[in-house]
């Protein structure tokens, strides 16, 4: 028989954890990606100074990396503040930047497409006019700027990006009238380690004979 009602022991409840409304559970998820969001731009921001920076769109809209001081050879401008992005008319977009002339190029091909693993890619090849921007000397054997090169694989110039890849790779030859840039997002398809063997054994495409 159960107890007369008066005299009935009282079952104790376990305390439970306030269940989290699902509006405040919502703000939490949007707060944490705004967060990650604006450290990713933090870093990317870092990365990408206008002057650090190369693209490659279209024969006519590019940035290249080029030596910042006058008539210095590729090699010698290797080194930190020695660099500095120089654009075509209608891709220069800071004061930073320097301005390429409209006849740097003599004969340039454009291509993009998805490289040896599938991933995408865009590049210009071609001849270029040395005497057309002071920062070069026409007889340079020239070099290579890249963003996965250098100590550490921290790119040269250190931190340089491609806007809208993740790798690019860019030579110079001033002696052999001939430049070369890509940008990947397969650093397979970007390689840094022929920085020797000129442009078309780094970046295959249209050369015009040039060099």
């Not at 707060?31 to 870093?43: E, G, R």
């Not at 290797?78 to 654009?87: A, D, F, V």
Request: charge should be neutral; include cysteine.
């Amino acid at each position: 028989m159960f107890p007369p009602s008066g005299n009935r022991t009282r079952l104790n409840r376990i305390p439970t954890s306030p269940v989290m409304p699902h509006s405040a559970f919502k703000f939490l998820l949007l707060f944490s990606a705004f967060s990650a969001t604006l450290s990713s731009a933090a870093v990317l921001k870092a990365r990408a100074a206008p002057d650090n920076t190369v693209s490659v769109t279209s024969t006519t809209n590019y940035c290249m990396i080029m030596p910042r001081t006058a008539h210095t050879n590729i090699g010698d401008s290797e080194q930190t503040g020695g660099m500095q992005s120089y654009c075509s008319a209608s891709a220069h977009s800071s004061p930073s930047q320097g301005t390429l002339p409209g006849n740097f190029w003599s004969n340039v091909a454009f291509e993009s497409g998805n490289g040896m693993n599938g991933k995408r890619y865009a590049q210009l090849t071609g001849c270029i006019n040395p005497g057309s921007l002071d920062r070069l000397n026409a007889g340079d054997g020239g070099g290579q700027y890249d963003s996965s090169g250098g100590a550490g694989g921290s790119g040269n110039p250190q931190g340089s990006a491609c806007a809208g890849y993740n790798h690019y790779v860019e030579l110079v030859e001033p002696g052999s009238n001939r430049a070369c840039i890509r940008c990947c997002d397969d650093p397979a398809d970007c390689p840094t380690n022929k920085d020797t063997q000129g442009c078309p054994a780094v970046i295959s495409g249209n050369y015009f004979n040039c060099g």
